[in-house]
C-alpha cells in the first residue's frame, strides 16, 4: 500500500487527502510541529507525527521515515530535494508532480525572491487560495497514485 507524507505545518491540502485515501488506498502520515497540532481528532487509519517546533523538524522527521515510492506532499524545496534522492515522488499543494529536471529552476526563483527582499524589496506572498486550486490538487494527487500502482 501507497504511504503519503503530508509537511502538514501549513499544508492546505490536508482535509481532501484525508477525504481521499480510502478511495486512493493509501496510508496517510502527518508530520507537524507542536506548534502546528490539528485540533480535530483523527481517523484511527491516519497516522500524525508530532514533532518539536524548530526550523525544518517536520522536514527532518519525514527525510528519515521516507523511502523509495512514496508520496511526500509539501512546498519546501530542500525537503524536495531529499525525497526526490531518495527516489520517494513529490507532489506541491497544487497537485503539480516535482522532478530533478525542475529543481534547478525552482531553487533559482525562490534565491532570486530572497535576494530581492534582502536588498529591501516586497514580495508578493502567495495568492489566497481558490476552489480551482484544490480541485487541480485532488486531480494530480489522483493521477499520482495512478501512476505509482
Known amino acids: 500500500m ?3 507524507f503530508i509537511d502538514a505545518d501549513a499544508s492546505p491540502v490536508v482535509n481532501e487527502v484525508l477525504t481521499l485515501r480510502k478511495k486512493l488506498n493509501v496510508n496517510v ?3 507537524h510541529s507542536r506548534s502546528h497540532m490539528r485540533r480535530e481528532k483523527m481517523p484511527d487509519d491516519v497516522k500524525s507525527i508530532i514533532v518539536e517546533d524548530g526550523r525544518d523538524a517536520a522536514d527532518y ?3 528519515g ?3 523509495k515510492g512514496d508520496i511526500v506532499i509539501t512546498e519546501d524545496l530542500g525537503l524536495t530535494a531529499i525525497v526526490l534522492a531518495k527516489q520517494a515522488v513529490v507532489i506541491n499543494s497544487f497537485g503539480k508532480k ?3 529536471m525542475q529543481m534547478d529552476s525552482l531553487l ?3 534565491h532570486a525572491a530572497q535576494k530581492m527582499r534582502r536588498s529591501g524589496k ?3 506572498g502567495p495568492k489566497k487560495r481558490r476552489q480551482q486550486d484544490q480541485e487541480q490538487f485532488i486531480k494530480g494527487l489522483r493521477e499520482v497514485v495512478e501512476l505509482l500502482t
Open 2 to 4: 501507497l504511504t503519503i
Open 29 to 31: 502520515i502527518l508530520v
Open 61 to 63: 522527521e519525514i527525510a
Open 65 to 67: 521515515r521516507v523511502t
Open 98 to 100: 516535482i522532478d530533478q
Open 108 to 110: 533559482e526563483v525562490r
Open 122 to 124: 516586497n514580495t508578493k
